[in-house]
């Protein structure tokens, strides 16, 4: 095993790269995979992987060789702003309460359970979460990629964005 495995899905011309940096140091020490629908020059501090034209979720099922060995993946769309975030002490959160994929609060969520107005320090079990920034234990990571795959979907490069949030729970309970 690698240990811990971050996944930036996807990367392109319009990312804040500034802000996608300030991101990745937060992992320090974990493997970096950022995965990418058009060519990026320099300018972010990750293995940057390519495929013409991917929509994210067929980016993400291409990830699947690059984190097979890996323990714990942490998932961030593209250069999604964290704030206040510890990737460990989450972790550490998160097998404490048995949880196998878990997201902190996010700015701008979709949905208010997911938002700002709850405290740092609280843990909720909620019937779906966002993928904005999400971290998987175990096999979450595995299930997740198999409720994307191709298989699913009939598709290896046209991988519809969505969705996905809603029928994690039932795919892949736990």
């Not at 320090?28 to 629908?37: I, M, Q």
Request: positive net charge; contains cysteine.
């Amino acid at each position: 095993m690698f240990g811990k495995c971050l996944v930036v899905s996807a990367i392109s011309s319009h990312t804040n790269f500034s802000q996608l940096n300030m991101t990745l140091s937060l992992f320090g020490g974990w493997s970096r995979y950022c995965l990418s629908h058009e060519r990026i020059f320099g300018g972010v501090n990750c293995r940057v992987f390519y495929r013409d034209g991917w929509g994210w979720s067929s980016l993400l099922n291409s990830s699947s060789v690059l984190t097979r060995n890996c323990e714990i993946v942490a998932l961030i769309l593209d250069d999604v702003k964290l704030l206040n975030v510890r990737p460990n002490r989450l972790i550490r959160d998160m097998k404490s309460y048995n949880i196998t994929v878990g997201s902190p609060r996010i700015l701008g969520s979709s949905h208010s359970f997911m938002s700002h107005k709850y405290s740092s320090s609280c843990v909720l079990r909620t019937p779906m979460i966002e993928f904005f920034f999400t971290i998987f234990i175990e096999g979450s990571w595995l299930c997740f990629l198999k409720m994307m795959s191709i298989n699913a979907f009939g598709t290896s490069k046209y991988g519809i964005g969505w969705g996905y949030d809603v029928c994690h729970q039932s795919i892949c309970p736990g």
